[in-house]
């Protein structure tokens, strides 16, 4: 029994250790994203393929989310794939350039209670809460108007609405689980 009890101490400390040390590694390579997508924002890179894309930088950021009510400040790649959400917020593919407007842009991000708390608490929104959103273009900042559970399939959700540049923030619904999707979105603050 004592050799059991042992053992088991033993393995809570190498769990607990592993846990501190990948979130810490996380929380790391988010902090360099972030840093050099400011660097580069700053050196400012001239070579895009279109008007409509986001400028691409070698670490893949487009740009930099920040909520100041959840005091988050968090990069942002492009692409929503689980390479891209497993180390960042991803720009879902296929919508419209961030704030335009009659336009959608939409970033999905997961609810992690391990590495990187990306959207953990996207659920504490409410309408008026304000997001920011730096490109290397610009600094858009946006408004909350409306939050919801939706279906995974219930995509038209993120269709452009007129008179609205509008961000959505997507993740999935409840924690630790992937039935539903849960939706903030914003309009661009003029």
């Given at each position: 029994?004592?050799?059991?009890g042992?053992s ?5 400390a ?5 846990l ?24 400012r ?9 986001p ?9 930099i ?25 991803g ?7 961030p704030?335009q ?10 609810r ?14 409410n ?7 730096q ?39 409840p924690?630790?689980s992937s ?12």
């Amino acid at each position: 029994m004592k050799w059991i009890g042992l053992s088991l101490m033993f393995t809570g400390a190498v769990l607990i250790a592993f846990l501190y040390l990948g979130s810490s590694k996380q929380e790391q390579n988010q902090r360099e994203l972030v840093r050099s997508f400011k660097q580069m924002a700053i050196e400012r890179v001239t070579e895009a393929k279109s008007e409509s894309e986001p400028v691409k930088f070698k670490n893949d950021a487009v740009g930099i989310l920040t909520v100041p009510k959840l005091e988050m400040e968090l990069p942002v790649v492009e692409g929503a794939g689980s390479e891209q959400l497993a180390k960042a917020l991803g720009a879902i593919p296929g919508l419209d350039k961030p704030g335009q407007m009659d336009g959608s842009f939409a970033i999905a991000g997961h609810r992690s209670s391990v590495f990187g708390q990306y959207f953990n608490r996207l659920d504490e929104l409410n309408q008026g809460d304000l997001v920011k959103l730096q490109t290397t273009d610009q600094q858009l900042e946006f408004k909350v108007y409306d939050k919801r559970i939706v279906n995974p399939e219930e995509v038209e959700v993120l269709q452009p609405e007129q008179g609205r540049a509008k961000l959505s923030l997507v993740t999935c619904h409840p924690e630790n689980s992937s039935k539903y999707r849960l939706i903030v979105q914003a309009e661009r603050v003029k």
